[in-house]
């Protein structure tokens, strides 16, 4: 989990992983015995009953008894030594994490028979690891043979240094394993630098710019040669000092003090060669919306080349590159993910990859909005995915849905039946769009000008109704109007910019759109003005937008049945289906 916190999901996991063991029959005691108590997880935590279905209690002086709790230690400790990996930028959560693990291991530790002494608990501690699981100065492909041989050790070491501090026999065991490792890690360190993307790149432009000046050739060069060589110089010259400041920036930014190494603080994740391999699963619910200085997401953006600095989709795409060549991704994100313009570019890089989605809806009371739950596996090309849905605490599997949905609709659709899908295809293969006809734009950001005096009347969405203006919003002086978003132009309709959810009878939604009588009204941002063209009739647009077929189609198939904050923006206005014949058959009102 690379946003791990305090460990829930670790903690569920290695519950997950033992009840799944007794499912397969193959959770055995130390003599091979295979273990035929129920075990169970309820709640997240581990329930195990005899045959009688009584729940188990541990007694020492039982020898089946004794058998069965030494097998769950023996288990817990086995998967929590090498099995379970979390990373957290926050010092206090990771200590929380590594105490909950531990906890989790005591509830299972028994009494030795003979000497009746409680068996030592393992140092569970060095999986879990503090840093910032986006940002690390090395490359997972950086090359860690040089080191290696610096310090005359194999990657077998530094995995058995591992493995020796787990279950040292002695403190002075343990303080020799820390030692090894630090050195280890700390040879890597040094030794890579100069190794940074940064670095190869200055490397690569300065012996570029060293071939140019130093090329040699039988011909005298022409003016318009030299021209170009010179400007290549020039460019190269800027390149090579932009690098150095940049790497130099890199070396003493306060945001690299946090980075993280996946290149190396893992090693059961390398192979022989210290080549890394990666995890088998990448689980989690990473943090998003995540307030961020001007340096971090500087560096963000420099690190991924994204276009966004939203957590939750870098947290989608480093999780998906610490993957093994067939490893499986599945987070908790927000439900934005299937369908939100920001964030679009993730979604066509995972769309193809994609195994199950399932909408959760509003999951937790203190959070506003909905998540879902994706699930997807590296390098393996699928044409279709699993639909799924939550119903409070249990989730229902919907249909299988054909990938090629993606690209008619342009969202990860979901939670919709076969017969929508039909209807909703027939619909937009048969229409333009409102943003073909018209221009969408919003009023102008004046609400802070409002008052009660001025000279002209301003309006706001919740002015805007279904059958015209109803009331004003305030008053505002003529000569603090310079943004023509606020006027009224000609053959447009008005809508509330912040379209309303209703949950009543049954979830939908209810688009407010007005056309206006008096054209002399101020606008501010909480309206969108649709601007149409001059042959279209408003009368016929305003009817659409408030029919039962548009705002069902608008609710399935552009805010994928969310229940949330939905915005009458052009990402909303350009898939709003229109009749592409409305200038020929239109009946008179």
């Given at each position: 989990d690379p946003a791990v916190g305090s460990g829930h999901f670790l903690v569920s996991a290695l519950n997950e992983i033992i009840a799944l063991k007794r499912t397969l029959t193959i959770l055995q005691d130390k003599k091979g015995r295979i273990i035929r108590e129920y075990i169970e997880v309820e709640?997240?935590?581990?329930?195990?009953?005899?045959?009688?279905?009584?729940?188990?209690?541990?007694?020492?002086?039982?020898?089946?008894?004794?058998?069965?709790?030494?097998?769950?230690?023996?288990?817990?400790?086995?998967?929590?030594?090498?099995?379970?990996?979390?990373?957290?930028?926050?010092?206090?959560?990771?200590?929380?994490?590594?105490?909950?693990?531990?906890?989790?291991?005591?509830?299972?530790?028994?009494?030795?028979?003979?000497t009746k002494e409680l068996e030592t608990l393992p140092n569970i501690d060095i999986n879990i690891k503090c840093g910032n699981s986006l940002i690390s100065r090395f490359d997972l492909n950086s090359d860690l043979s040089v080191a290696l041989k610096k310090i005359n050790l194999t990657i077998a070491d530094y995995q058995q240094a591992i493995k020796t501090y787990h279950n040292p026999k002695t403190r002075e065991e343990k303080e020799n394993s820390v030692k090894l490792i630090n050195q280890i890690k700390e040879t890597f360190s040094t030794v890579m630098t100069g190794n940074t993307p940064l670095e190869n790149q200055l490397r690569d432009t300065e012996n570029e710019l060293y071939q140019l000046q130093n090329q040699t050739s039988l011909l005298a060069e022409s003016e318009d040669d030299k021209k170009n060589r010179q400007t290549?110089?020039?460019?190269?010259?800027?390149?090579?000092?932009?690098?150095?400041?940049?790497?130099?920036?890199?070396?003493?930014?306060?945001?690299?003090?946090?980075?993280?190494?996946?290149?190396?603080?893992?090693?059961?994740?390398?192979?022989?060669?210290g080549d890394f391999i990666g995890f088998d699963l990448i689980i989690g619910n990473p943090p998003y919306g995540v307030k961020l200085t001007d340096n971090q997401k500087a560096i963000l953006n420099y690190i991924y080349s994204y276009s966004t600095t939203e957590t939750a989709i870098l947290f989608i795409k480093k999780g998906y590159e610490l993957l093994n060549k067939f490893g499986l991704q599945s987070y908790i994100i927000p439900k934005s993910f299937t369908y939100a313009s920001n964030y679009k570019k993730i979604r066509e890089d995972t769309i193809n990859y994609l195994t199950k989605i399932v909408d959760c809806g509003k999951v937790w009371q203190d959070v506003k909005l909905e998540v879902c739950i994706f699930q997807l596996i590296k390098n393996l090309v699928s044409n279709s995915y699993d639909s799924l849905k939550r119903y409070d605490e249990e989730i229902r599997y919907l249909t299988n849905l054909n990938k090629q949905l993606f690209q008619e609709f342009s969202f990860i659709v979901n939670g919709i039946n076969e017969q929508e899908i039909?209807?909703?295809?027939?619909?937009?293969?048969?229409?333009?769009?409102?943003?073909?006809?018209?221009?969408?734009?919003?009023?102008?950001?004046?609400?802070?000008?409002?008052?009660?005096?001025?000279?002209?009347?301003?309006?706001?969405?919740?002015?805007?109704?279904?059958?015209?203006?109803?009331?004003?919003?305030?008053?505002?002086?003529?000569?603090?109007?310079?943004?023509?978003?606020?006027?009224?132009?000609?053959?447009?309709?008005?809508?509330?910019?912040?379209?309303?959810?209703?949950?009543?009878?049954?979830?939908?939604?209810?688009?407010?759109?007005?056309?206006?009588?008096?054209?002399?009204?101020?606008?501010?941002?909480?309206?969108?003005?649709?601007?149409?063209?001059?042959?279209?009739?408003?009368?016929?647009?305003?009817?659409?937008?408030?029919?039962?077929?548009?705002?069902?189609?608008?609710?399935?198939?552009?805010?994928?049945?969310?229940?949330?904050?939905?915005?009458?923006?052009?990402?909303?206005?350009?898939?709003?289906?229109?009749?592409?014949?409305?200038?020929?058959?239109?009946?008179?009102?």
């Open positions: 709640n997240d935590e581990l329930i195990i009953k005899d045959e009688n279905r009584d729940l188990y209690s541990y007694k020492p002086n039982y020898p089946d008894n004794q058998s069965i709790q030494e097998t769950l230690f023996n288990e817990k400790k086995t998967i929590i030594e090498n099995c379970l990996f979390g990373v957290d930028i926050n010092l206090n959560s990771v200590n929380i994490c590594r105490l909950r693990l531990w906890i989790e291991l005591l509830k299972n530790a028994y009494y030795h028979p003979d290549t110089e020039k460019r190269l010259k800027q390149e090579i000092n932009k690098l150095k400041k940049d790497i130099e920036d890199e070396k003493n930014n306060v945001v690299y003090r946090n980075a993280f190494e996946w290149r190396f603080e893992f090693p059961e994740v390398l192979n022989q060669k039909q209807l909703g295809l027939k619909i937009l293969n048969s229409c333009q769009f409102l943003n073909d006809i018209s221009t969408n734009q919003r009023g102008a950001m004046l609400q802070e000008l409002v008052s009660n005096t001025g000279n002209l009347d301003v309006i706001g969405g919740e002015q805007v109704q279904k059958y015209g203006i109803e009331g004003i919003k305030g008053k505002i002086d003529s000569k603090l109007v310079n943004n023509n978003k606020a006027f009224i132009k000609p053959n447009s309709i008005l809508v509330q910019r912040i379209v309303a959810h209703i949950m009543n009878p049954i979830d939908h939604i209810a688009i407010m759109a007005s056309i206006p009588e008096n054209q002399n009204l101020i606008l501010v941002d909480t309206i969108n003005q649709i601007e149409l063209e001059k042959k279209i009739k408003p009368e016929f647009i305003w009817a659409l937008l408030h029919s039962k077929l548009v705002n069902w189609y608008v609710y399935l198939f552009v805010f994928a049945k969310a229940i949330r904050t939905m915005q009458f923006d052009n990402p909303t206005t350009s898939k709003i289906p229109i009749p592409k014949d409305i200038t020929k058959k239109k009946q008179p009102l």
